[in-house]
């Protein structure tokens, strides 16, 4: 059993997009920008804004983040989007979700100019990814890519169960699997909170991604042996002894499911620090002007 070291590979891909970043400015270019919005004051988000934050440092990058409070309104955000799409000097910005229950998230989505949404959850970029168009793809599903690639984990022909059908990871993950290509060329099957027979599903599969936001949802039972697990849970659950009151818990049961598997990845240190780097790739993407010319 070999456990995939997603933060050993997001820093090393950190280092090759600094090392790009610095070539590209080396003549007086100005450097990648990506703003972030957040409205309100969820702890978890909160969280993963900073950690965007902070690998835009890293990797040479400016960043900037635009705070709303829990009370702002749908027009007030709207007004902060227009203004970012017709910035010239931002090259990338993100609304961080969940919204407060008074802003339509699909009209904040869609009123991002695609050219500039590097989270890719336009339907223009959903909808190009979907038919294999350049597109930007959502920073989950391309960071697990990532991480089979590097790993060389061979997925043509392979059964995959995709556990969770949500717009950022499940249904763009099911996509990407099965196109051509490597990785891809998978048979997927996706399952959800309907699906009959999840465990023989499972126990079928090459590849399992558990992507519902249940912990501990994935038992040893449910896999086969030698199967290639991969965990995008990262729900907190509280605990007395973690320094911020809280531990993050995959969506699979590690110990028990981890000596069955070929690979595995672990909470935290797995997908998690792969997505953020991906927002990076998509960022210095939007900079170079690859998915839209
Ligand atoms: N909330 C949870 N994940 C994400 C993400 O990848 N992007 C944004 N914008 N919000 C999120």
């Keep these: 059993m070999q456990i995939i070291d997603g933060k050993k590979i997001a820093a090393d891909i950190k280092v090759e997009i600094?090392?790009?970043?610095?070539q590209l400015t080396a003549t007086g270019r100005r450097r990648p920008q990506l703003v972030a919005i957040i409205v309100g004051e969820d702890g978890a988000?909160?969280?993963?804004?900073?950690?965007k934050e902070k690998a835009c440092g890293e990797c040479g990058f400016k960043s900037q983040v635009l705070r709303f409070a829990e009370s702002a309104t749908e027009a007030e955000l709207?007004?902060?989007?227009a203004r970012l799409n017709a910035d010239s000097e931002v090259d990338g910005f993100i609304v961080q979700l969940p919204l407060p229950q008074h802003i339509s998230e699909q009209r904040v989505i869609e009123a991002i100019d695609p050219k500039k949404d590097v989270d890719g959850f336009h339907p223009v970029n959903v909808g190009r990814m979907t038919i294999g168009l350049p597109a930007y793809v959502s920073a989950t599903p391309a960071g697990i890519k990532e991480l089979l690639r590097r790993y060389s984990i061979a997925t043509s022909g392979k059964r995959c169960a995709v556990l969770g059908r949500s717009n950022?990871?499940?249904?763009?993950?099911?996509n990407l699997l099965s196109q051509k290509g490597t990785p891809g060329d998978c048979t997927v099957t996706i399952c959800h909170s309907r699906t009959r027979s999840i465990k023989e599903i499972c126990r079928s599969a090459d590849i399992i991604v558990a992507a519902l936001g249940q912990p501990e949802f994935l038992t040893a039972d449910m896999v086969a042996s030698g199967a290639v697990v991969i965990d995008v849970g990262t729900t907190r659950v509280p605990a007395a002894d973690a320094k911020s009151g809280f531990r993050l818990k995959g969506d699979v049961?590690?110990?028990?499911?981890?000596?069955?598997c070929?690979?595995?990845?672990?909470?935290?240190?797995g997908v998690g620090p792969m997505?953020?780097?991906s927002?990076?790739?998509n960022t210095l993407k939007a900079y170079k002007k690859e998915v839209y010319g």
Excluded: H, N, W
């Design 18 to 22: 600094c090392g790009e970043v610095e």
């Design 45 to 51: 988000s909160q969280a993963y804004v900073a950690g």
């Design 78 to 81: 709207l007004a902060a989007i």
């Design 168 to 174: 950022i990871v499940g249904r763009p993950l099911m």
């Design 253 to 260: 049961k590690f110990d028990e499911v981890a000596p069955k």
């Design 262 to 269: 070929s690979y595995i990845t672990p909470v935290p240190g």
């Design 275 to 277: 997505t953020i780097v």
């Design 279 to 281: 927002l990076m790739k």
